[in-house]
Every structure is written in structure tokens, then in C-alpha cells.
Nanobody, 120 residues
């Protein structure tokens, strides 16, 4: 069955960096787009970033553009999110998601999430 396991969350200071990872299994990772979404306390789900199956196309929300970088290693079946210049408003639970197609579109499976807290 599809499994998505996030790691790398934690506490960071404003201006700091964190790198999230998502270990995927149970499907042919290189055939599907992947993405990251987040949910801050009391707020709805926000799509943060997406990447096509071979990494040629990426998407970023305006709120993270220029600060976050999504990448994937198809050989290791792992998705990454490098987060730099973190802000307190980046505090949220971050979820890894599997796309339903090779290009960035809808998502059909989710991980359990990893908490990111940005605070001094």
C-alpha cells in the first residue's frame, strides 16, 4: 500500500533553515508528481509546492517562492523540501502528497505530517 513518511520538521529560528524529507513506498515513485502542503493552526490547507514525476516542472505558492525549493530523488524514492529564510508564518504541519498523474494536478495520498515551528 502507499506509504508516505515525512521527517525533518522541528523548531527553527526566524531566518533559519530546515529540510523536510518524505520517504515514499508502495507505488512507482518515478511515475507520479509529488507535492507539499501545510496547515497552520486554525487555518485551512495551503498548497506549498509541487514537482512533476521527473522533476522538470515545479510549482510554488507565492508565500514561499524564492525561499523554498522542492526536489526529488527517484532512485531513493524520496521527496524533499528545502526551506530557507523561515518566517514565523511558516509555522504549520507540513504534509507530503502523492500526485494522481505524472504532472502536477490532483493528489490522492497523504502522509501523516511533520510539525515545523518557527520562533525565536
Amino acid at each position: 500500500q502507499v506509504q508516505l513518511v515525512e521527517s525533518g520538521g522541528g523548531l527553527a529560528q526566524p531566518g533559519g533553515s530546515l529540510r523536510l524529507s518524505c520517504a515514499a513506498s508502495g507505488f512507482i515513485f518515478s511515475n507520479y508528481a509529488m507535492g507539499w502542503a501545510r496547515q497552520a493552526p486554525g487555518k485551512g490547507l495551503e498548497w506549498v509546492s509541487g514537482i512533476s514525476s521527473r522533476g522538470s516542472d515545479t510549482y510554488y505558492a507565492d508565500s514561499v517562492k524564492g525561499r523554498f525549493t522542492i526536489s526529488r530523488d527517484n532512485a531513493k524514492t524520496t521527496l524533499y523540501l528545502q526551506m530557507n529564510s523561515l518566517k514565523p508564518e511558516d509555522t504549520a504541519v507540513y504534509y507530503c502528497a502523492k500526485g494522481s498523474r505524472w504532472y502536477i494536478d490532483e493528489y490522492d495520498y497523504w502522509g501523516q505530517g511533520t510539525q515545523v515551528t518557527v520562533s525565536s
